[in-house]
């Protein structure tokens, strides 16, 4: 599983429009509280929904906002604990428990928390094991208008590019993701996505793995690969020579 956590550093985006104003494409989406205590760190399922914010810009992070539909994980660090490795984070600080407040986040599985209620500015909360607040850190949803198959084999350094179809020779593989987009813009977060191949003698879905989907060619012929994520259902012409 690739991880690709960054420290959102608290106190920057304290101007940003909550509600009457509508988001541009240079408004970060996210807005840290300011009780200076610690970091969170944002951690996607497969390293895609992170790619885009991975370069240390926190104040662009997550850019577009959070996909309404999906998951991801949100840690938190006190200050006391953040010179750890960034990349070595996987729990919360001792004694703090994450939590999204309704109804922009709900919990989900394996301590992920859901972006399923409705779109606009939900609050991630650190609370502390009394019951207090140690910090929190608010994320704006956005619905997305479309879902993307991406080629998970290009390199996680530069924007995966974008297939509507595929060419292969007979037992060659091609890695897939998924990407939700609002006005052709990444979002950030993991959407439960089903993979199938018609007709399944000319290709076929391997497996899926944090993310990605191994597509093997079969024999010769023509298919059309099908994703059902988030309500979209892209299509990719598969052809195998």
């Given amino acids: 599983m690739n991880w690709w956590p960054l420290r959102l550093a608290i106190g920057f985006a304290s101007a940003l429009c909550m509600t009457a104003c509508g988001p541009s494409p240079n408004d970060p989406a996210v807005k840290s509280g300011s009780l200076n205590n610690g970091g969170f760190l944002f951690q996607c399922e497969d390293g895609v929904d992170c790619h885009f914010w991975s370069a240390g810009d926190a104040e662009k ?79 704006r949803v956005v619905k997305p208008d479309a879902v993307v198959v991406l080629d998970a084999d290009d390199s996680l350094v530069r924007a995966p590019a974008k297939l509507t179809s595929v060419t292969l020779g007979a037992g060659a593989v091609k890695n897939l993701r998924i990407a939700a987009e609002a006005a052709s813009r990444p979002l950030a977060g993991s959407l439960p996505a089903r993979w199938t191949v018609t007709p399944d003698n000319v290709a076929r879905i391997e497996s899926v793995s944090d993310g990605v989907a191994k597509l093997v060619a079969v024999e010769a012929g023509k298919a059309t690969l099908a994703v059902d994520a988030g309500g979209f259902n892209p299509q990719l012409e598969v052809t195998v020579e």
Avoid: K
């Fill in 61 to 139: 992070f997550p850019r577009d906002g959070v996909a309404l539909g999906s998951t991801f994980r949100i840690r938190y660090r006190r200050n006391e604990d953040l010179n750890v490795t960034i990349f070595d984070v996987r729990e919360d600080s001792a004694g703090i428990t994450v939590r999204g407040n309704p109804p922009f986040f709900t919990g989900a599985p394996d301590n992920r928390i859901a972006a399923i209620s409705r779109e606009g500015w939900g609050t991630i909360v650190a609370q502390t094991a009394a019951g207090g607040t140690a910090d929190f850190v608010s994320l």
